[in-house]
């Protein structure tokens, strides 16, 4: 007889869940159709990453859509200090351009999801990302590594509502939202930059338009400059003023900012498969990882300079591809650690204005530290010269006699005498 076939049990769907939630539609359309549609119940949890913006109006917003309990979280100094110090620890830069802004906040508020959901009572968590982009996996994997018992729902994965779709939807449940049918980009931003995607953007041949950028509006009109301190690869000044890592990033977006600097045009690989043409303004970040590169330059020892320059790329892609909480990113994070020791120093970037209102620029052009590896007497042509130049002559040689040896036999093997010649024809 036939052993009789055990029917497929449907995944029981959580019961409460912790939802990321923006404040926007799609997360307080979330709200409410998780509750209605799955019977779910939902605690909306806001984490402040420096976006902006009036977060007991986000609190109540979810209360009003239909939130059992509505959190909101202040992750800015967590954010700075244990996700975005790293950051510039790996001059991190995804494709060797984007300073992963959202990549690094994806975790942050990852780590409050799986800390509420403890709290509340919760055996889920849920987010509102589609199926298209990077931060559902952020989402997901970032949970899985710290808590694989919770669910994890993605509702804008599954509704099948078009944006229209979920406006009317939340007109006939009484959601409070403040979105238009049209809507001109889409925006994730955090105290590391801004992303800006759709829109007129989706077209890799036409131009941003100038209303897409809000941190680098060029409106500097005067050349400047401002000196970033670093200690141990920690930026920790702006000409000589201390500063914590929120305000100096802060500061600094809106310094090198009104310069019009600052932003980012590519197409970029996403984890699942599609290249998206991507615009971003980080001013901060990728002045923050211009110097603190350029100051490595001064302090690293060549080999361990050229070795962290080929895990940075690592790290990146690692961030960027949910892997926050990973054994290879954390060791990665403890060998560029150990690399940071002496990259402490000054490093002057200057300021320009660009031309008919347009972008300007910012650049190194100094820098210096108190354990700097750049030997004045090793590097002059001037009397000063402490180089021995007969060691050269030896070494030199040395260096060529494998290309020498190699050479010679070219030599033999074409039938030619000497070594080194040019073949003859
Ligand atoms: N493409 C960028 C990334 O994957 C930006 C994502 C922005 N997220 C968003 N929900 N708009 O990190």
């Known amino acids: 007889m036939a052993k009789p076939v055990a029917k497929p049990v449907a995944k029981p769907v959580a019961k409460r869940v912790v939802l990321a939630y923006s404040g926007g539609l799609d997360t307080s359309v979330a709200v409410r159709w998780l509750g209605q549609e799955l019977g779910v119940e939902v605690v909306a949890l806001a984490v402040d990453v420096g976006q902006g913006g009036d977060f007991e109006a986000i609190r109540r917003r979810a209360l009003d859509a239909g939130a059992v309990e509505s959190v909101v979280v202040d992750a800015k100094v967590e954010m700075a200090e244990q996700f975005v110090i790293p950051a510039i620890a790996a001059n991190a830069r995804y494709e060797g351009k984007y300073p992963l802004v959202s990549a690094l906040s994806r975790p942050v508020i990852v780590r409050h999801l799986v800390a509420e959901a403890r709290r509340h009572g919760a055996d889920g968590v849920a987010h509102g990302c589609t199926g298209k982009g990077n931060d559902q996996i952020r989402f997901e994997v970032g949970t899985r590594s710290l808590a694989p018992d919770l669910a994890i729902l993605a509702p804008a994965r599954s509704w099948g509502m078009t944006r229209a779709d979920c406006i009317d939807y939340a007109a006939r449940h009484g959601i409070p939202v403040e979105a238009t049918r049209e809507k001109l980009y889409s925006i994730d931003e955090n105290l590391w930059g801004r992303a800006i995607e759709c829109g007129q953007i989706e077209d890799p041949w036409a131009a941003p338009p100038e209303d897409a950028f809000a941190l680098t509006r060029p409106v ?97 892609e690692l961030v960027y591809e949910g892997m926050w909480f990973s054994p290879l990113k954390e060791a990665l994070d ?69 290309v020498a040896t190699w050479a010679a036999r070219q030599g033999v093997v074409s039938g030619r005498s000497g070594a080194g010649r040019a073949p003859v024809r």
Request: with cysteine; proline share 3%; net charge negative.
């Open 220 to 316: 500097a009109a005067v050349a400047g400059e401002v000196v970033v301190g670093f200690e141990s690869g920690v930026p920790v000044s702006l000409d000589g003023r201390r500063l914590d890592m929120v305000q100096l990033v802060g500061e600094l977006n809106a310094k090198v900012g009104s310069y019009g600097w600052g932003r980012i045009d590519m197409v970029e690989n996403r984890r699942v498969g599609i290249k998206s043409r991507e615009t971003y303004e980080c001013p901060a970040a990728l002045a923050l990882v211009m110097a603190h590169g350029d100051l490595e330059d001064l302090t690293l020892e060549r080999d361990l300079a050229h070795d962290k320059a080929r895990l940075e790329l690592r790290w990146a």
């Open 334 to 402: 403890a060998f560029f650690a150990s690399s940071q020791q002496h990259v402490t120093g000054e490093v002057r970037l200057s300021l320009h204005p660009g031309a008919d209102g347009g972008p300007g620029s910012c650049f190194v052009s100094a820098r210096r530290s108190p354990v700097s590896l750049y030997d004045h007497g090793l590097a002059t042509y001037d009397a000063s010269d402490t180089f021995n130049h007969t060691d050269a002559e030896g070494f030199v040689r040395l260096w060529g006699q494998g």
